[in-house]
Structure formats: C-alpha cells, structure tokens
C-alpha cells in the first residue's frame, strides 16, 4: 500500500481479554517498529523487527505482550489478559532499511475498561 | 534524568517568528530523527540525521555530535507549524528513545 497501515483504528475491550492488534508496513520495508503513546504521555519504544526477527524485545512491558511477523512483511501485536494500564495508543512504523526514515500508521487506540 | 531531553518544553511564537528547538542524549546514537505530530494526528518524519546538516523548505536540521546535541530551527514561521515536535534517537542496538515532546504554537 502507499502508506503503513494499522487496524484496527479503535478497539475497546474488557479487561483481561486479548487483542491483537496488526501492522502492514510499506512494500520492501524490512525493518518494523511498535511503539506506544499513553495518554497525556510520550512514546514509548516497543519491539523492533529487522525482516521477521526480533533482535531487541527489550521495550515490551510484561510477558503479556508479544510479537510477531511473517514473511517480512505484517506484523502483529498481542496483548494477553489485558490491564487497564495498556489502554494507549499503538503506533507502527517502518522504514526501508535499517536507521532509514520511519513512516508511521495512524495508529491502534486501545481502550481497556 | 531522561537519556534524550529536548527544551523547551513548550513554545508560543509570532508568526514570521525564526524558531529553535534543542535537543541533549546522553546515550551513543546510530541516527537522530525529529518527528512532528499534530494535535489528533499522527506523527510525521522530519528529518533523520546521523551528522551534520540537513535542510526542507523552512525546516533546518543540525547535529554535533561530539557534543551529543540537536537542533531543529523554523524560519519563517507560520501558524500550521503548529504541533509537537519530538526528538528521537536509535541507539546502536536500534531501540529508539524519545524525547518529551516541545509544543508549539504560533499566533497569527
């Protein structure tokens, strides 16, 4: 597509059920980042993806959260059990190769009641 | 004290105003990237900077990297330049570190 496309663009959902939540990057992108906006907040670095592997992890919160992404392309975000806390804005980048410019999606908004 | 800080925190300017934005790390980077991002919107890449200078239009960017700072200057300013401007850093394993975020608003 043109642009990084993330879906869905709003989900509520009651706390202690899990969403996923899904990234389609720009065509030839390889490299993929989830990040997360809390209300009122900053950003927050998330995961990172260089083709379908994940050398850093280090930015997800619990074991609860997890990623993936196939084929170099969609990613998918998972939160397991979700807490009240989680409710933010999930944003995906990418860029066409690594330390290339980021182009964002519009972003998941989350909502955990 | 937070590895990227950005000053000021918020800004109101004339419009014609020239405007500059700063931004410290204390971390080792691999690249820069300044980012802005309207009230409701998403968020957009200025520029990505791993030395020295880059120009857009009315946008200027700049990095020393010895002394581990940014610059982010606007000339000419006008009120849709309005936003927040974010810097953000990768570090060498490419996790990326933001900074606070400087709102602007320029007055017509």
């Known amino acids: 597509g043109a642009g990084v496309s993330q879906s869905p663009s709003n989900k509520v959902t009651e706390k202690g059920k899990d969403v996923e939540l899904r990234c389609d990057p720009i065509?030839?992108?390889?490299?993929l980042y989830w990040y997360r906006q809390s209300l009122g907040q900053g950003l927050e670095f998330l995961i990172y993806?260089?083709?379908?592997?994940?050398?850093?992890k280090s930015g997800l919160p619990s074991d609860r959260f997890s990623a993936e992404r196939t084929g170099g392309s969609v990613s998918t975000l998972t939160i397991q059990r979700t807490q009240q806390e989680d409710s933010a804005v999930y944003l995906c980048a990418s860029s066409l190769r690594v330390l290339g410019e980021l182009f964002f999606g519009e972003g998941s908004r989350l909502t955990v009641l | 004290k937070n590895e990227v800080e950005q000053s000021p925190q918020n800004l109101t300017a004339q419009e014609g105003e020239f405007i500059t934005i700063n931004c410290s790390y204390s971390?080792?980077?691999?690249?820069l990237h300044w980012l802005q991002q309207h009230p409701g919107g998403g968020i957009v890449s200025l520029f990505m900077l791993s030395s020295g200078k880059k120009k857009h239009g009315r946008l200027i960017a700049t990095i020393n990297i010895q002394e581990k700072h940014s610059s982010l200057h606007i000339t000419a300013s006008h009120p849709r330049d309005s936003a927040v401007y974010i810097c953000a850093v990768n570090t060498g394993g490419f996790k990326t570190i933001f900074g606070a975020g400087t709102r602007l608003f320029v007055k017509a």
């Open positions: 065509s030839g992108h390889t490299a």
């Open positions: 971390v080792g980077i691999s690249a």
């Open positions: 993806f260089q083709g379908n592997s994940a050398p850093d």
